[in-house]
């Protein structure tokens, strides 16, 4: 079961950052054996994370390796398996994914995880790093802030079609036709998968891909009895076999598995904050 010290917090960014930033996130748990191991699963974004505590990341050897004070997840679509024990204190910067290497360029690679970072968030993150471990979260979310606008002031925009798409595709639950939105924003398809994979890494059809899926996760975490035939009609899928399919491709369980694992950790129906969108804390 989810342990029950958990304190989650979410504030929305500077208006200036809107376009490239969605959300920032403060997280503290006091883990016991039954809740360190986390599974982290496939997004549609990009989070620059600063943490404080003892985190582990699983690489692609099956080895455990320690976590830095910041690095990046980038999109990615497979889950990842990470371990935290004792008092875990986070700070996260949730990027669109096309907006991020704007900000992010020459500080960190965005595909998958990234735990070498440059020496400007080297920098940031010795300022950050005593403000978490004193439990000042606003203090050190108003600081990575400033480093942010300051960022911005200089940092190349992504194209506006990129932007637009992106856009689209978020508001749209991944449900807009990328030939459709290449054909109002006077691209051809072949044009505006090559742009937005120059700024995002993937291609629009894979974060609409995502996007669904995150979708399907959010829903599933709220009410882990949905039926998942009129989910599956509901996002947009072929049918519930397709829903099934893109839903094990993801994450190695259907989504009915992924329910039943929500119903355990949240015995009360307290919802997903012991799967922590998109964080199987059982893994």
């Known amino acids: 079961m989810a342990s029950e010290d958990v304190r989650y917090r979410e504030r929305a960014p500077h208006p200036l950052l809107r376009g490239a930033v969605q959300s920032y996130s403060t997280y503290e748990e006091r883990h016991t054996v039954s809740t360190e191991e986390h599974r982290l699963l496939p997004e549609a974004n990009i989070d620059l994370v600063f943490h404080c505590g003892d985190a582990r990341i699983e690489g692609r050897d099956g080895r455990l390796r320690p976590l830095p004070p910041v690095f990046v997840i980038g999109v990615r679509d497979e889950p990842v398996r990470m371990v935290s024990r004792g008092l875990a204190r986070v700070l996260g910067v949730r990027f669109h994914p096309w907006s991020a290497l ?46 942010l606008l300051a960022r911005q002031r200089v940092a190349r925009p992504p194209a506006g079609p990129v932007a637009a798409a992106g ?20 691209l051809s398809v072949r044009q505006l998968e090559r742009q937005f994979k120059r700024a995002a890494g993937l291609s629009p059809k894979a974060l609409a891909r995502l996007i669904r899926f995150s979708r399907a996760t959010e829903r599933l975490e709220r009410d882990p009895d949905a039926s998942l035939t009129a989910l599956a009609f509901e996002l947009g899928y072929a049918d519930q076999a397709h829903f099934i399919r893109e839903f094990r491709a993801f994450t190695g369980m259907s989504p009915g598995g992924y329910a039943g694992e929500v119903r355990r950790l949240s015995p009360r129906g307290e919802g997903a904050r012991g799967v922590d969108r998109g964080k199987d804390t059982r893994g």
């Open 167 to 186: 856009h689209a595709l978020h508001a749209s639950h991944g449900g807009a036709r990328v030939g459709a939105l290449a054909g109002q924003l006077g």
């Open 102 to 147: 704007s900000l992010l360029e020459r500080e960190a690679d965005l595909r998958g995880t990234c735990t070498t970072v440059g020496a400007g968030l080297r920098a940031l993150s010795e300022r950050v790093g005593p403000l978490l471990e004193q439990g000042a979260c606003d203090a050190a979310t108003r600081l990575i802030e400033g480093w």
